[in-house]
T-cell receptor, first 116, second 117 residues
Framework: NAGVMQNPRHLVRRRGQEARLRCSPMKGHSHVYWYRQLPEEGLKFMVYLQKENIIDESGMPKERFSAEFPKEGPSILRIQQVVRGDSAAYFC??????????????FGQGTRLTVV | AQSVTQLDSHVSVSEGTPVLLRCNYSSSYSPSLFWYVQHPNKGLQLLLKYTSAATLVKGINGFEAEFKKSETSFHLTKPSAHMSDAAEYFCVVSGSDSGGGADGLTFGKGTHLIIQP
């Protein structure tokens, strides 16, 4: 059973371009979470999705950022018109049920986005 | 609301000596607490978790942590450090009733553990 798969591992974008980050959850997991890790910081929650539904996007910037988890295929975190401040590591986690206080979430290896 | 404070951004110990990584938390609810480890260019791996059972929790690779409610602490320890323990360690609290999401997992800023030969 493969773990949470994220790709690409490293992504370089010029300012103003779009970044697409993909996350395939563990087999049997229907809950996906995206976190962002800025340099010298812990992970900060961005968005929580179930299949075809955004459950909580309270941690996601209102502009330029969007996320989806379609019925088929991976979850996508999309950043439009990237700026230097978007440079960070983006981690995806999945769980078979709601994350809160229950089972731990399983994390992917992250996508390191660099905006030049 | 909940928060996590990892008291040391860097800890350096010699191989074979004890490790102590400190974590204090605050939570309005009965928390679940976790320690995750992140090796360079790797994802996060769960070391151990506390979910209101025994206050002394044993994890993988010889690590353990003790939940002390009176001190709101969940410090991570290991009797004897190994070179392979060099990594970033995150203390995490989960305890909201809001149903996952922003209050689901709150991460500390991390402690970088350095092992001297």
């Amino acid at each position: 059973n493969a773990g949470v798969m994220q790709n690409p591992r490293h992504l370089v974008r010029r300012r103003g371009q779009e970044a697409r980050l993909r996350c395939s959850p563990m087999k049997g997991h229907s809950h996906v979470y995206w976190y962002r890790q800025l340099p010298e910081e812990g992970l900060k929650f961005m968005v929580y999705l179930q299949k075809e539904n955004i459950i909580d996007e309270s941690g996601m910037p209102k502009e330029r950022f969007s996320a989806e988890f379609p019925k088929e295929g991976p979850s996508i975190l999309r950043i439009q018109q990237v700026v230097r401040g978007d440079s960070a590591a983006y981690f995806c986690a999945s769980s078979p049920q709601r994350q809160q206080g229950l089972t731990e979430a399983f994390f992917g290896q992250g996508t390191r986005l660099t905006v030049v | 609301a909940q928060s996590v404070t990892q008291l040391d951004s860097h800890v350096s110990v010699s191989e074979g000596t004890p490790v102590l990584l400190r974590c204090n938390y605050s939570s309005s609810y009965s928390p679940s607490l976790f320690w995750y480890v992140q090796h360079p260019n790797k994802g996060l791996q769960l070391l151990l978790k506390y979910t209101s059972a025994a206050t002394l929790v044993k994890g993988i690779n010889g690590f353990e942590a003790e939940f002390k409610k009176s001190e709101t602490s969940f410090h991570l320890t290991k009797p004897s450090a190994h070179m392979s323990d060099a990594a970033e360690y995150f203390c995490v609290v989960s305890g909201s009733d809001s149903g996952g999401g922003a209050d689901g997992l709150t991460f500390g800023k991390g402690t970088h553990l350095i092992i001297q030969p």
